[in-house]
């Protein structure tokens, strides 16, 4: 059975910065797409970013591009998030997901973790 469990969450002032990480158990982590996605209170569950699974490859919300950076570690079994420059509206439960191939749409992942909330106040 997949497993992937985050963790880092929390709360952090606007402007400052925050490292979330997700280890991924139960299958062989380098043949897995690794994704991050949000869901703010309300709004539907969105794309934050993806990397291939070697790392070569990544990818980017627009809303995010150049303030996050995807990066996996597959000796450890681990992906991370590194959001700097965080707004108000980062606010959300952010989500470890995984795939077999690179994908967007949250309806095509096929692991995912429980979540963390990142709040980020003003």
């Known amino acids: 059975q997949v497993q992937l469990v985050e963790s880092g969450g929390g709360l952090v002032q606007a402007g400052n910065s925050l490292n979330l990480s997700c280890v991924v158990s139960?299958?062989?982590?380098?043949?897995?797409?690794m994704g991050w996605f949000r869901q703010a209170p309300g709004k539907e569950r969105e794309f934050v970013t993806t990397?291939?699974?070697?790392?070569?490859?990544?990818y980017y919300a627009d809303s995010v591009k150049d303030r996050f950076t995807i990066t996996r570690d597959n000796a450890k079994n681990t992906v991370y998030l590194q959001m700097n420059s965080l707004k108000t509206e980062d606010t959300a439960v952010y989500y470890c997901?995984?795939?077999?191939?690179?994908?967007?749409?949250?309806?095509?992942?096929?692991?995912w973790g429980k979540g963390t909330l990142v709040t980020v106040s003003s």
């Open positions: 139960g299958r062989t982590f380098r043949n897995l797409v």
């Open positions: 990397i291939s699974w070697g790392g070569a490859a990544t």
């Open positions: 997901a995984a795939a077999t191939r690179i994908v967007r749409d949250p309806r095509s992942m096929d692991y």
